[in-house]
């Protein structure tokens, strides 16, 4: 499975007028879930999904609606999240799992005995 900075290195060499937003894939355009599918089909983004980030945490950036993320391009916004998920600035998916079961198991430790 690729890493978070081979997908980050793939990504850069993509062309910008490669990427859309508002959809996965059109004829010849791509938002980052869409360049994962090229690089690795459905398994990476799968995989992608369950370790880095869902496609809820995506799609904002892509779009440019995450207000984090304001670079000029969906390119740019899409590998800043990555670089930020890569050197731990901002949550990933098991992350967050992580801190929901911690919370979980805090708030239900007296039925978990």
Known sequence: MKTIQEIIDYLEQTPEDSWCVDVVKSESKNCLFGHLFDLGGGKLMDYFEARWATTFMIYPVNDGENPSYQ?????????????????????????????MRREYETENSHHLK
């Open 71 to 99: 670079q000029a391009t969906p390119k740019q916004r899409c590998i800043a999240y990555l670089k930020d998920l890569r050197d731990q600035k901002t949550k990933s998916t098991m992350d967050w799992e992580e801190e």
